[in-house]
């Protein structure tokens, strides 16, 4: 039995390697790199600039991306199954990215923006009361909050010292704890 899954691990890795553009695994990641590591990065970079020009056309991307994102999580179990789904899904996040076309600006312009103006009323009473319901919900949960805060802390803090083993002998450990107020606690502890 350990030969058949060594067999069928083997033949997914061969085929992989021989025809890695066949592969969705590879296309999807294509997909991400393309439709979301760029873009962090292009935004990123025009933010620190200051360069506007490129802040609304990168901010004009996200919009018209996540409204893409959004209708894709419904429908993108049936997509996939068309073979060259993520072929077409990677050239439409090339071509809304691409200065030439404007892709992005196309499809706000013409599509987002109408629905937005035409919706605009209920969208912000569903914002509204979806902003309310979300404070309601963090209000009645502060002590459970502030205990996660408190065990978040705390792992945050033995990461942050995890250091090699205090030595056995207390005099080196008391040099050592010079300067760093909650570290002279423990060398009194190691003293008894």
Known sequence: MDVLGTSIAGEVGLRLLLSPLNSTIVMRTAC????IVVPVYSSVKAIETGNQQDQKKWLLYW??????????IYSDKLLSWFPSYYYVK??????LQLPDTQGAKILYKNHLQPFLKRHEAKIDRVMGLTYIEMAKLISSHQKELQYLKSILARIT???NTA???PPDNPAVVEDQSRGLPEAAPEADEHRD
């Open 157 to 159: 803090l033995s990461s």
């Open 90 to 95: 990677l050239a439409f996040l090339i071509w």
């Open 63 to 72: 919009a018209v991306y996540g409204s893409f994102s959004i209708a894709e």
């Open 163 to 165: 250091g090699p083993a």
């Open 32 to 35: 991400c790199s393309v439709g």
